[in-house]
């Protein structure tokens, strides 16, 4: 919690309250009473303004007094060009350096002594070529990479309270290159559970909050 020094116009925390008054004995948390003791409020937080993390940065206001309560208030700025232009050429390059990495990882997948089948091969093939094609793609480098064969989602059931075991009724699409779940995800917040999935076949998808 931050606090208001009326006097100063400045705004201070209840350390260095405490510091500038160290032979005055509070009550903590800071009561309303001890505050206005020494010409200070509780700071209030205004609701901050919605923006475009991409381009745009929050930045603190003016302080505002409202009906004997104080704001700090916020308003929303551009970024300059060139930390927009370096911030987007290092997500970029962090994107490939990931998609690389997936390269290197499955390599042995098309090496001539690889165990797979001639099927198995070529979607491990068609996989690494969408891989390739990642930095061609609209809205690069915001997309999600190509998901694996070799990418079985995992997890726990009961909000992680058992072990983490893969996802054996998952299947992969091998179109999209994802992993798809035997059961619709509903809308909102949700985790799979593959314990209670395997259990019944019915129940899979745990709303969170429900």
């Known amino acids: 919690m931050r606090y208001y020094d ?4 400045a705004i ?7 510091r500038a008054n160290p032979n005055t004995s509070f009550p ?5 009473a001890a505050l206005a003791g ?3 409020a509780v ?3 205004d ?3 919605s923006y475009d993390a991409d381009t745009q940065v929050v930045i603190e206001g003016a302080v505002e007094e409202r009906e004997g309560s104080y704001f700090q208030t916020y308003s929303v700025i551009d970024r300059s060009a060139e930390a ?3 911030d987007l050429a290092n997500k970029k390059a962090n994107v490939r350096a990931q ?8 390599d042995w997948a098309i090496l001539p002594d690889s165990p797979l089948s001639d099927a198995d091969k070529t979607i491990y093939q068609n996989y690494r070529t969408a891989l390739r094609d990642v930095p061609a793609q609209s809205g690069f480098p915001n997309n999600a990479l190509p998901e694996g064969p070799d990418q079985r989602p995992s997890g726990g059931g009961n909000a992680d309270l058992q072990p983490s075991i893969p996802f054996a009724s998952w299947t992969y699409n091998s179109t999209d290159f994802v992993w798809e779940a035997p059961l619709p995800k509903p809308e909102g917040d949700a985790y799979w559970d593959e314990y209670a999935y395997q259990a019944d076949n019915t129940t899979g998808w745990i709303t969170i909050g429900s």
Do not use: W, Y
């Not at 903590?28 to 309303?32: G, I, K, Q, S």
């Open 47 to 49: 609701t901050r303004p």
């Open 99 to 106: 998609r690389d990495a997936r390269l290197v990882e499955t």
């Open 43 to 45: 700071l209030q937080e």
């Open 84 to 86: 927009i232009a370096n």
């Open 38 to 40: 020494l010409n200070m």
């Open 12 to 18: 201070v925390s209840e350390r260095q309250i405490l």
């Open 28 to 32: 903590l948390p800071l009561t309303d």
């Open 6 to 9: 009326i006097t100063n116009s």
